[in-house]
């Protein structure tokens, strides 16, 4: 039996989880989420807890057991706790700035780069070159960071442009004149 798949899910205080027709709902205080779950997984409410338990051993359903259990997990997190990623911005004369839900990046390019913001995300700026994406769904948070990211890599030779805060930066050697 799938190691995650088997482990239940605890229910905070202030949530609520209903199951209609393999709809999962759950709610919290900082919002609502929904994930419809395959038919092979069967996902129920026990002592507080959300266990899901699959049909058959097959290997695709073993598989969703894992996934749909993790998919289920992170909902209950994102209406509790909720999401965020933070991104680094590296380079001279980089400006950002946040108006409304538009992220707007002068970073290099001939004209400013807007990004707007998806229904359930926000934009925040702690530093004048940090990003903070904030929201519940941590795959619309992920999303939105790695397209943030993909507008300007990071160049290997100075470092400049856009990475994740945890993620190391490898510099190249630059040519050397030769004697």
């Known amino acids: 039996m799938s190691r995650i798949g088997r482990a239940p899910i605890a229910l905070p205080q202030g949530v609520t989880f209903e199951n209609k027709d393999n709809l999962i709902t759950v709610k919290g205080p900082l919002g609502t989420l929904t994930q419809k779950v395959d038919k092979s ?16 051993d097959d290997k695709d359903h073993r598989a969703l057991h894992g996934l749909y259990r993790a998919l289920i ?21 980089y400006k950002l700035q946040v108006t ?3 992220l707007v990046m002068n970073i290099g390019f001939s004209h400013p780069v807007e990004v707007v913001a998806p229904a359930g995300i926000q ?21 939105t960071a790695a397209t943030i990211k993909a ?7 100075h470092g400049y442009g856009i990475h994740y805060k945890d993620e ?12």
């Open 100 to 102: 409304g839900n538009k």
């Open 73 to 93: 997990h992170n909902m209950v997190v994102g209406v509790t706790k909720g999401f965020e990623k933070s991104l680094i911005v590296s380079g001279v004369g």
């Open 41 to 56: 997984i069967d996902v129920a409410l026990e002592n507080g807890h959300i266990v899901c338990t699959r049909h058959s």
């Open 168 to 179: 190391p930066v490898i510099h190249k050697e630059g040519k050397r004149a030769t004697k």
């Open 123 to 143: 934009f925040a700026l702690p530093q004048p070159l940090e990003i903070v994406v904030k929201g519940i769904d941590r795959q619309l948070v992920g999303q």
């Open 151 to 157: 507008i300007k890599p990071v160049e290997p030779y």
